[in-house]
């Protein structure tokens, strides 16, 4: 297994506008965990209207390798480690008025999300115009997550009251509610088209559904602690799954390839092939795993209460890749980014992205704009980075051309 420890660095969460005239400053810190952080600033020194033209000064310590419109790089002076912020491209703080817990996005710029000042309540919403389109109220408890179909007319959202509930997006008609587990559900999956689905529960058990009839399938596992999340990838093109054997229900489809990744409150990781319900391997980590997803196929990106980060692939024997142990602030959402890397949101209000091509870059990319917040949620399409804060507001990044040029040559 690789190792990293590299130093977190965090920035003014407003620092775009701190720089934006002369002798303004910002302040800036360098953390490696466990230890005491290393404090700065960086100094505006001249008015040019041009980021490119801008000079900057650091203090205590640290170097500036880039500005531009909407990120800045800061580095430690005598060592390879810097990061790249990035700053909010927009920022929706009249969508909800308290913690956004769950957000996704589909084609077309429509949103979902979940907020604490109103719990039980979807709401779907234009990022292109900020108008909210239409509110679902059917669930009797804090819902958890919500997820578009691919379609994206259709939601899926789970929760508290230990239902899952499908949703027309036009119509605002729930005309399927599905029922089985006895406690909370935490995550939900979606498979293929979505015609099956999968959920995860604090009951323990990971179940597998058909939407056409409301009705369940199978239970793919049931495990003695809380399940906190769930992500379903593709079989990678070098990997065999195990033969189903006994014949399979005639309602199951799409998951004949496909492999599930669970993450539960002990720290324990189960891998399953879904069809043929085979456990693929498990891992215990270091503490309580809050969220996981796929990167590619057959690599998972896995994040703990602890900080750290796992990236784990059934490919391997030992399964475990990497891991990134940078911060003790827990890691609370985890999303992929075009198959080049992963998001992972963390307590402290960090949003840092990491790459699978090159795990021992010094250099990380960090998104911006929450001050000490929590990052509940984090979600993507074709063009922007959409994450969820415990501040009520949604923000919308645009990292592509950093990662490309940092990451990715």
Not at 47 to 61: D, H, I, K, R
Not at 156 to 163: E, H, Y
């Amino acid at each position: 297994m690789n190792f990293i420890n590299g130093p977190t660095f965090y920035i003014e969460s407003d620092w775009e506008d701190c720089l934006s005239k002369i002798a303004r400053e910002t302040w800036i810190t360098c953390k490696f965990k466990d230890k005491s952080g290393q404090h700065g600033k960086v100094v505006r020194l001249n008015a040019s209207s041009s980021p490119n033209s801008s000079v900057l000064s650091a203090t205590e310590g640290f170097r500036v390798n880039l500005l531009t419109h909407n990120a800045i790089e800061v580095g430690l002076a005598n060592s390879d480690f810097s990061t790249i912020f990035v700053a909010p491209r927009e920022i929706y703080s009249d969508i909800h008025e308290k913690s956004v817990v769950s957000l996704d996005v589909a084609e077309g710029l429509k949103c979902i999300s979940v907020s604490s000042d109103c719990e039980t309540e979807i709401v779907v919403w234009c990022a292109e115009n900020r108008e909210k389109l239409r509110t679902f109220k059917e669930h009797v408890g804090a819902v958890y997550k919500c997820r578009w179909f691919p379609s994206g007319r259709v939601v899926l959202s789970c929760g508290a009251d230990m239902m899952l509930k499908i949703w027309c997006s036009e119509t605002g008609r729930c005309p399927v509610t599905l029922k089985g587990h006895t406690k909370a559900i935490n995550d939900i999956a979606i498979v293929d088209k979505g015609r099956n689905i999968i959920s995860v529960s604090k009951d323990g058990c990971c179940k597998l559904w058909n939407c056409g009839d409301a009705r369940l399938i199978v239970n793919l596992l049931q495990v003695s602690t809380n399940i906190n999340c769930c992500c379903l990838s593709t079989r990678p093109s070098d990997f065999s799954l195990p033969e189903l054997s006994v014949s399979s229900d005639e309602r199951e489809v799409g998951t004949e390839d496909k492999i599930l990744l669970i993450g539960c409150e002990d720290g324990s990781v189960y891998c399953v092939a879904v069809r043929s319900r085979k456990l693929l391997f498990t891992k215990k980590l270091d503490s309580a795993v809050n969220c996981c997803c796929c990167v590619k196929a057959g690599i998972f990106a896995v994040g703990c209460q602890s900080g750290n980060v796992y990236l784990l692939s059934v490919s391997v024997d030992h399964y475990i890749q990497m891991m990134w142990s940078e911060t003790n602030s827990p890691a609370l959402s985890a999303t992929p980014y075009k198959g080049k890397g992963f998001f992972v949101g963390h307590h402290d209000g960090s949003c840092v992205y990491r790459s699978v091509h090159d795990y021992q870059c010094p250099v990380r990319l960090s998104l911006t704009g929450s001050n000490g917040d929590p990052i509940y949620d984090i979600c993507c399409d074709e063009n922007f980075v959409y994450t969820a804060c415990r501040d009520s507001q949604v923000r919308r990044y645009s990292p592509d051309s950093y990662i490309c040029r940092h990451f990715d040559s």
